[in-house]
């Protein structure tokens, strides 16, 4: 499974636009990029997930580029209920040969006022 | 909207005693899974389970571990003699398919004492 590294925090104000980098440069072909959010004592959360280009949903949108090393998850107009640590998880899906999420230490978002 | 329900939502237990965690999957998932969290560290993955077999485990599922579907809805975690590095948030998630979104339970905090 491809590594994944991402910082290990950022800040932002309510309103904001965020962007979240994840560097994946061992994708593998099957590979897709998965987001998960975690808010404390709580499961992780299904974002979004892309192959390549754009991918957008209710949430927020995820932006691969054509090298597909790295990832961006843009979370618009954050609030301070967005604050929670975000996961970038990549690996095989959809008939792949493991069904397991690997996750790493994810970048935590501290929205403030 | 559907949801992985798990219980107890704490458990406080004795070295060396058998715990059984418990969940409910959502009702048309197929595959299911245990994850572990010890406090302030990464979401860890233990088992999936399909078709009524564990499909893969990690090498923190050893055999103080077990899982089980005793019928149509529960599928249980059940360590054997838990030890005081067994402390952490236990969750379980269910998906419908191999490599789709997982959905996780809000956990169970397991304190060994």
């Known amino acids: 499974l491809a590594k994944t590294t991402q910082p290990i925090s950022m800040d932002s104000y309510e309103g904001q636009e965020v962007n979240i980098t994840c560097s994946h440069n061992n994708i593998a072909t099957n590979d897709y990029i998965t987001w998960y959010q975690q808010f404390p004592s709580q499961g992780p959360r299904f974002i979004i997930q892309?192959?390549?280009t754009k991918v957008t949903n209710e949430v927020a949108s995820l932006f691969i580029p054509a090298d597909r090393k790295s990832s961006t998850l843009s979370l618009p107009r954050v609030s301070l209920s967005d604050t929670a640590v975000y996961y970038c998880?990549?690996?095989?899906?959809?008939?792949?040969?493991?069904?397991?999420?690997?996750f790493g230490t994810g970048t935590l978002l501290a929205v403030q006022p | 909207e559907p949801e992985v329900t798990q219980t107890p939502s704490h458990q406080v237990t004795q070295m060396g005693q058998e715990v059984i965690l418990r969940c409910v999957p959502i009702?048309?998932?197929?595959?299911f899974y245990w994850y572990r969290q010890i406090l302030g560290q990464k979401v860890e993955f233990l088992v999936s389970f399909y078709n009524n077999e564990i499909s893969e485990k990690s090498e923190i599922f050893d055999d103080q571990f077990s899982v089980e579907r005793p019928d149509g809805s529960n599928f249980t975690l059940k360590i054997r003699s838990t030890k005081l590095e067994d402390s952490a948030m236990y969750f379980c998630a269910s998906s419908e398919g191999q490599g789709l979104e997982a959905f996780f339970g809000q956990g169970t905090r397991l304190t060994v004492v």
């Open positions: 892309g192959y390549k």
């Open positions: 998880l990549v690996g095989e899906n959809y008939g792949g040969a493991t069904n397991k999420l690997i």
């Open positions: 009702s048309n998932h197929l595959y």
